[in-house]
């Protein structure tokens, strides 16, 4: 019996159950992505994203299995933005952050614990996705992204998640992706307040982001981030960066969402669609 044949038997009602899943990649000598994968190929959802299924369909699944986000910063909004992109089935992940988890990240931080302090949060973090979908690979790298390294980082990735918390490193970020013709998914939070844009190929989002921001970080210097701020933004981003990746969907090229969490308010505001050429 070869893999789909085992697929086809295991899935009766359209669903291949995790323990079939497991059981395939044993018997064929297969990571738990390959088995996935194959499964969606065939038709057949694997049953943890059952409850996709109104709203994601196989093929689609199959795109965010097939498809690599790069998460730069794995902190506030990047430990939300890691979990959330590995429960939705984004099949590779690159996690970017030199730091190590300290005591002041567990307010926010969703994968901080006192037990992990002192650890690296990129280790922390492809632990964390090992544990809750070991079927999406994830690619630590315990660096600081720059200019000087950004190309190699994101060269071959569908898609770009901004967790940083520094404007000029931002602008780096912002700038590769231009390069590369990567969509971009920027979001900031500070308090009660956070923002969501993107910057899809051929477009610059910075000068309407940024522009007349002289610090070196942004306003959560000043305002601090409670729990929820992170928790919000990020899934904002990661709807968009799902809507992205199938291309479904209205996107946020040319606006932005911002979020006001102290009087609940949604604004939408209209960005200036400087474009510029690819390479410049």
């Known amino acids: 019996m070869g893999l789909r044949d085992f697929i086809t038997a295991a899935a009766p009602a359209g669903l291949l159950p995790w323990t079939a899943q497991l059981e395939a990649a044993e ?6 992505g390959k088995v996935e994968e194959a499964a969606l190929e065939s038709g057949f959802m694997p049953a943890r994203y059952q409850r996709n299924r109104q709203t994601i369909t196989v093929d689609n699944q199959l795109r965010l299995c097939r498809s690599c986000a790069v998460i730069i910063g794995s902190g506030g909004l990047g430990g939300y933005l890691i979990e959330e992109l590995a429960r939705l089935g984004v099949g590779n992940l ?91 998914v920027h979001g900031a939070i500070g308090g009660w ?48 960066a799902c809507k992205i990746l199938l291309g479904e969907g209205e996107s946020l090229r040319h606006r932005m969402i911002y979020v006001n969490l102290l009087h609940m308010e949604f604004d939408e505001v209209m960005l200036e669609p400087s474009r510029t050429a690819v390479g410049e």
């Open 193 to 240: 307040y956070g923002q969501v844009a993107s910057q899809l190929p051929g477009d610059d989002i910075t000068p309407s982001l940024f522009g007349n921001w002289s610090e070196p970080k942004g306003v959560e210097t000043q305002l601090g981030n409670p729990s929820f701020t992170p928790a919000v933004v990020a899934s904002l981003q990661v709807a968009e």
């Open 27 to 32: 018997r064929f000598g297969l990571t738990l």
């Open 94 to 184: 690159v996690v970017v952050d030199p730091d190590i988890f300290e005591e002041h990240n567990l307010n926010r931080q969703i994968l901080s614990s006192p037990a992990l302090l002192g650890r690296p949060k990129v280790e922390v973090a492809a632990a964390r996705v090992a544990e809750i979908n070991p079927a999406v690979t994830v690619t630590p790298l315990q660096i600081a992204f720059s200019r000087e390294n950004g190309l190699g980082i994101l060269a071959g990735s569908d898609v770009v998640m901004d967790g940083l918390d520094s404007i000029n490193t931002r602008l780096e970020l912002a700038e590769i992706c231009r390069w590369l013709s990567i969509p971009l």
